[in-house]
Structures are given as structure tokens and as C-alpha cells.
């Protein structure tokens, strides 16, 4: 018989400006997932959200019933409650909280281990992005890449003092759309400026040589053609730079906007609001902690 079930895990911002694809950051706010045995499926969403309430549109069930099948059981359901904190299409990895707590729950209840390659065999048929899934799994700051069927990652520590003011406009935006107005080809000189800035990017962390994190969170891969579809993207650049960012970027594909920042963060994420506001968007920011210990599953009595 199996025991009731939960799953936290947290959001994540990816990208951080000039890591495209390949840097993601783990964030304290968190979805909740509580599933037991049940015949058929019942879903319960806090918030009530009647969409991720049918099944077939649930990834969370989805990956439970996509797990079962793959060791050859019958999924017959599951009571399934979802606590969603997580903003959904705002560029902060909610999807990827679903689909790591799936892969959990069904790992701890079939008491399989959990190796790299059955986790990301599963999540990449769901979702094909290491760079939101593995910090959504491990917590921290993780580097990774994707060759020929094989992920490769690190996670290196990530300066505690440093917080994330995440500025989140009141509309969603699609993964699928914004990977759409990108380019096929990016000019050689695009691609020579970004590198130099993930590498500046990762030994000014290292170094703790904060006073470099603004030019090295700029890019030219993503977030030139993806601004078109947030308004007031460069002012809510210059407003939190204005506020004293270390460094600011889109979160994810957007419209998030995240500002990493050793102090006065309410001030930031208040010039953040404003510069939406001016630009006819409505927002609210929160002030989130780098989370550094990823998904973890409990049992409730």
C-alpha cells in the first residue's frame, strides 16, 4: 500500500543572461505535489486551476503515469493535491517542478534509485531543458549540456549573501513562443560576446568579483529578439540597475525579469514594478533566497 506522498520543489530562473540553454539557479518558492492511492484520478489545485484539474492536462499525473507504465504496471490513479506557488509561463520554471516531483514520487514508491540517466530519459520526454530541470532536482547553480543522448553538469556553490529580485508581469508568455522569434544563425561576433561573458559570468562568482556580474549577464543569443515581446524590458533593466542590481537579466524565456542583488532589494523590485507600470504592464516582485538543496520528498502520516 502506498503511503501518502509529497514532493517540494523549487522554482528556478535560467539562462541569467549570457548561460543560454545552460545556467540555471535554483529559487526558494516552492510547488507542493501530495499524491496517494486512489482509483482513477482526482486532482485538487490550491490555487483552483480547472486546466492542470484534468488529467490530461496535468503533467505531474502525466509523469506518474508515464513512470508506472515504464515498469510495466497498470496506473490505476492516484488523490493527487498541488499546491501551486510557482507563477505559470513567467519564465520560472513551473513545468519542471511537475515533472521532477513525478519522477520522484514514482522513484520513492517503486524504491528504484534514482540514477542521471533514468531521471533525464523520463524529463526529456516531457521536457527537453537541463538547465531548468537539474536545479529544480539538485537546488544551487548548475551548469549543463545535452551531446548525443548524454547530459553533463556541475553545480558549483553560489555566494549566499546574493538574493534574486524576480520582478513577474501579470501575463504569461509560452516557452514555445519565445523560442520562436529566435534566430537560426546568430553572427560569429554574437557568438564570441556571449562566451566571454558566461565565462566572466562564472569566475566572478567564483571570485566573489561582484562589480563585473553587469557585464556579464549581458547577451545577444536571446534576449534582443525576445524583449519585442515584453514592454518596457530596457527600462526595467535600467530601473533596477538604477537600484543598485549586481546584475539582471530575463528569467527563463521571460517575462520574468530577475535582478541579483546583495541589498536593497525592495527598493529594486519597487523600480522594477514601476517601470512595467509605466509601460502599461502590471507586476509584483518577490525576494527569493538562491535555494541550495533542490527537490526533496516527504511521507505524511
Given at each position: 500500500m502506498m503511503k501518502k506522498l509529497k514532493a517540494v520543489v523549487p522554482a528556478t530562473t535560467a539562462n541569467l543572461g549570457a548561460g543560454f540553454d545552460t545556467f540555471g539557479l535554483a529559487l526558494s518558492?516552492?510547488?507542493?505535489?501530495?499524491?496517494?492511492?486512489?482509483?482513477?484520478v482526482v486532482i485538487e489545485t490550491v490555487p483552483e486551476n480547472p486546466?492542470?484539474?484534468?488529467?490530461?492536462?496535468?503533467l505531474f499525473v502525466q509523469v506518474l503515469k508515464y513512470m508506472c507504465e515504464k515498469r510495466r504496471k497498470t496506473f490505476y490513479g492516484a488523490k493527487v493535491k498541488q499546491i501551486s506557488n510557482i507563477p505559470v509561463a513567467r519564465g520560472l520554471g513551473s513545468s519542471a517542478t511537475a515533472i521532477v516531483a513525478g519522477i520522484l514520487i514514482s522513484a520513492a514508491v517503486s524504491k528504484t534509485e534514482l540514477t542521471d540517466e533514468l531521471f533525464f530519459e523520463t524529463a526529456y520526454r516531457f521536457e527537453p531543458h537541463p538547465d531548468n530541470l537539474l536545479p529544480a532536482w539538485k537546488g544551487g547553480f548548475t551548469t549543463a549540456l545535452l551531446s548525443e543522448g548524454k547530459t553533463y553538469y556541475q553545480k558549483i556553490p553560489f555566494p549566499e549573501d546574493i538574493k534574486a529580485v524576480?520582478?513577474?508581469?501579470?501575463?504569461?508568455?509560452?516557452?514555445?513562443?519565445?523560442?520562436s522569434v529566435l534566430p537560426e544563425k546568430?553572427?560569429?561576433?554574437?557568438?564570441?560576446?556571449?562566451?566571454?561573458?558566461?565565462?566572466?559570468?562564472?569566475?566572478?562568482?567564483?571570485?566573489?568579483?561582484?562589480?563585473?556580474?553587469?557585464?556579464?549577464?549581458?547577451?545577444?543569443?536571446?534576449?534582443?529578439?525576445?524583449?519585442?515581446?515584453?514592454?518596457?524590458?530596457?527600462?526595467?533593466?535600467?530601473?533596477?540597475?538604477?537600484?543598485?542590481?549586481?546584475?539582471?537579466?530575463?528569467s527563463g524565456a521571460g517575462p520574468s525579469v530577475v535582478a541579483l542583488s546583495v541589498e536593497n532589494h525592495q527598493e529594486i523590485?519597487?523600480?522594477?514594478?514601476?517601470?512595467?507600470?509605466?509601460?502599461?504592464?502590471?507586476?509584483?516582485?518577490?525576494v527569493l533566497d538562491v535555494d541550495t538543496e533542490g527537490a526533496k520528498v516527504e511521507i505524511l502520516e
Amino acid at each position: 500500500m502506498m503511503k501518502k506522498l509529497k514532493a517540494v520543489v523549487p522554482a528556478t530562473t535560467a539562462n541569467l543572461g549570457a548561460g543560454f540553454d545552460t545556467f540555471g539557479l535554483a529559487l526558494s518558492l516552492y510547488n507542493e505535489f501530495e499524491v496517494e492511492e486512489h482509483d482513477g484520478v482526482v486532482i485538487e489545485t490550491v490555487p483552483e486551476n480547472p486546466f492542470l484539474e484534468k488529467p490530461e492536462n496535468n503533467l505531474f499525473v502525466q509523469v506518474l503515469k508515464y513512470m508506472c507504465e515504464k515498469r510495466r504496471k497498470t496506473f490505476y490513479g492516484a488523490k493527487v493535491k498541488q499546491i501551486s506557488n510557482i507563477p505559470v509561463a513567467r519564465g520560472l520554471g513551473s513545468s519542471a517542478t511537475a515533472i521532477v516531483a513525478g519522477i520522484l514520487i514514482s522513484a520513492a514508491v517503486s524504491k528504484t534509485e534514482l540514477t542521471d540517466e533514468l531521471f533525464f530519459e523520463t524529463a526529456y520526454r516531457f521536457e527537453p531543458h537541463p538547465d531548468n530541470l537539474l536545479p529544480a532536482w539538485k537546488g544551487g547553480f548548475t551548469t549543463a549540456l545535452l551531446s548525443e543522448g548524454k547530459t553533463y553538469y556541475q553545480k558549483i556553490p553560489f555566494p549566499e549573501d546574493i538574493k534574486a529580485v524576480v520582478a513577474v508581469p501579470d501575463f504569461e508568455l509560452s516557452t514555445e513562443k519565445a523560442r520562436s522569434v529566435l534566430p537560426e544563425k546568430i553572427p560569429l561576433k554574437d557568438g564570441i560576446f556571449n562566451v566571454q561573458r558566461a565565462s566572466l559570468f562564472l569566475t566572478a562568482l567564483i571570485n566573489r568579483r561582484y562589480d563585473l556580474l553587469k557585464i556579464a549577464m549581458e547577451d545577444r543569443f536571446h534576449q534582443p529578439y525576445r524583449k519585442k515581446l515584453i514592454p518596457g524590458f530596457d527600462d526595467v533593466l535600467k530601473e533596477a540597475y538604477n537600484g543598485g542590481a549586481l546584475g539582471v537579466s530575463l528569467s527563463g524565456a521571460g517575462p520574468s525579469v530577475v535582478a541579483l542583488s546583495v541589498e536593497n532589494h525592495q527598493e529594486i523590485g519597487e523600480r522594477m514594478v514601476y517601470a512595467f507600470r509605466r509601460n502599461g504592464v502590471q507586476s509584483s516582485f518577490m525576494v527569493l533566497d538562491v535555494d541550495t538543496e533542490g527537490a526533496k520528498v516527504e511521507i505524511l502520516e
